[in-house]
């Protein structure tokens, strides 16, 4: 059984761009959620995606979306880049939902905003 | 808000002790409690859940305390090894009745030979 990928796994982008970080989940896992990690804030929850539909949703900017498609496929988009928006943001997929049963993380994107 | 809090300062300690590592929560007691391990560069990996009304809980050498009248749970590792060096993390919902996770910045352990 594959894992969960996320693509790209480096991405260096400049202040004001825009950048899509996709996410594909485990087969027949329907709960896709996307973190922020950073040395000082650790893990922050972004938002949550159940069958397309956002389910749950972090303290985070307009700038931060996503979306969720029928094969349970999610991206992350994030406008107007800023250098605090650099972090590794890590994708979890789970077959309830988030907190039921265990979440099986990717990789991570790492994104550098210069 | 509920707010977790795990020691930041690394643990270090010799092969084959048992460590122990420790997750805080400031509210509500939470329905369940989830302990991750996470290695440099890499994405958390799931390691135990335990729910409220479970005092305790072992996956081989590991074992899960949780202590809902000091609003606190264990985390062991027995028989440590090198290969156990990481960062572990443990994450509960956010409030009652959501499954908005919230994770604590995690403990790095260190195992020496």
């Known amino acids: 059984k594959a894992g969960v990928t996320q693509t790209p796994r480096y991405l260096i982008k400049t202040r004001g761009q825009q950048v899509t970080l996709s996410c594909s989940p485990i087969?027949?896992?329907?709960?896709v959620s996307w973190y922020q990690q950073t040395p000082g804030q650790g893990l922050q929850f972004l938002f949550e995606?159940?069958?397309?539909?956002?389910?749950n949703k972090g303290n985070f900017p307009g700038r931060f979306s996503g979306r969720q498609f029928s094969n349970s496929r999610s991206e992350m988009n994030v406008s107007t880049l800023e250098l605090g928006d650099s972090a590794l943001y890590l994708c979890?997929?789970?077959?309830?939902?988030?907190?039921?049963?265990?979440?099986?993380f990717g990789q991570g994107t790492r994104l550098t905003v210069v | 808000s509920q707010k977790i809090e795990q020691n930041s300062e690394a643990l270090n300690i010799q092969e084959g002790k048992t460590a122990t590592l420790t997750c805080n929560y400031t509210?509500?007691?939470?329905?369940?409690l989830q302990w991750y391990r996470q290695d440099p560069g890499r994405g958390p990996v799931f390691l135990l859940l335990?729910?409220?009304?479970?005092k305790e809980k072992r996956k081989e050498r590991l074992k899960v305390t949780f202590d809902t009248t000091l609003k606190q749970s264990l985390f062991h590792i027995t028989a440590s090894q090198p290969a156990d060096s990481a960062t572990y993390l443990c994450?509960?919902?956010?409030?009652?009745?959501?499954?908005?996770?919230?994770f604590g910045t995690g403990t790095r352990l260190q195992v020496f030979p």
């Open positions: 979890a997929s789970s077959s309830e939902g988030q907190g039921h049963t265990e979440a099986f």
């Open positions: 087969s027949g896992h329907r709960s």
């Open positions: 995606y159940f069958s397309e539909t956002q389910r």
């Open positions: 509210n509500y007691s939470p329905a369940y």
């Open positions: 335990i729910r409220e009304n479970e």
């Open positions: 994450a509960l919902p956010q409030s009652y009745n959501t499954d908005k996770l919230i």
